[in-house]
């Protein structure tokens, strides 16, 4: 379902990524470990096209990145793509069912269909009692779960979290760990995870390891 194929990618005289492969298959949890400076949140971003590769190829559900100008490559992120961010980048001003309902209204979707799917992956998430909340008064856990029903809205192919547990006490990373279980056994999602956390990479289907911008 993703394919990455021999990613080259440099800042300046630093060559981060060097000819880094790997395949994920759908309804994957699949975990990137190693130390800081490995390339891995580099790699996501490539991933998630929020960077551009400076060769090599990404292609999600068929569909080669390269080959799509910035507005259809902006449309195809928003749709097929979800993103879990280790500070939640939540919108401060909007309540969490309005930062849910965002990326279909972005997308020119009606109102009411963006406000009872956000219901409805409130709910999921176990969020509902407290929609009506904006961010300051959320827990971090609390946050971290609108922020993944937030990238369950346009029901992309696959989710990217970079260091989704990061900020979390250990009973809430626990949570958000077989939160991650749950949505691959009743939906088959996809989740691509950039971690530190050994009991979230242990958890996953499989954990590739990087090093110095190669894959091990």
Do not use: C, W
């Not at 971090?140 to 369950?152: C, F, K, T, Y």
Request: net charge negative.
């Amino acid at each position: 379902m993703i394919e990455v194929r021999d990613i080259h990618k440099s800042f300046g005289e630093l060559e981060v990524l060097h000819g880094v492969s790997l395949e994920v298959k759908r309804g994957e949890i699949v975990s990137i470990v190693g130390a800081s400076g490995a390339g891995k949140t580099t790699l996501l971003q490539i991933m998630g096209s929020l960077l551009a590769p400076d060769s090599g190829v990404v292609v999600i559900d068929g569909v080669e990145l390269s080959t799509l100008n910035e507005d259809r490559l902006s449309d195809f992120r928003n749709r097929h793509i979800g993103f879990i961010f280790q500070s939640y980048h939540l919108l401060p001003e909007f309540t969490a069912l309005e930062n849910v309902m965002m990326p279909m209204l972005i997308a020119g979707g009606r109102r009411g269909d963006a406000e009872q799917r956000a219901k409805e992956l409130l709910a999921m998430v176990g969020m509902s009692h407290r929609e009506e909340h904006k961010p300051e008064a959320l827990s971090g856990g609390e946050q971290q779960r609108v922020a993944i029903a937030r990238a369950l809205m346009m029901r992309p192919s696959v989710i990217l979290a970079d260091e989704p547990t990061g900020n979390l006490d250990t009973a809430t990373r626990e949570e958000i760990q077989r939160l991650f279980i749950e949505l691959r056994d009743s939906i088959n999602q996809t989740f691509v995870i950039v971690t530190h956390d050994e009991a979230l990479a242990e958890r996953s289907d499989r954990t590739i390891h990087m090093s110095d911008g190669r894959v091990l």
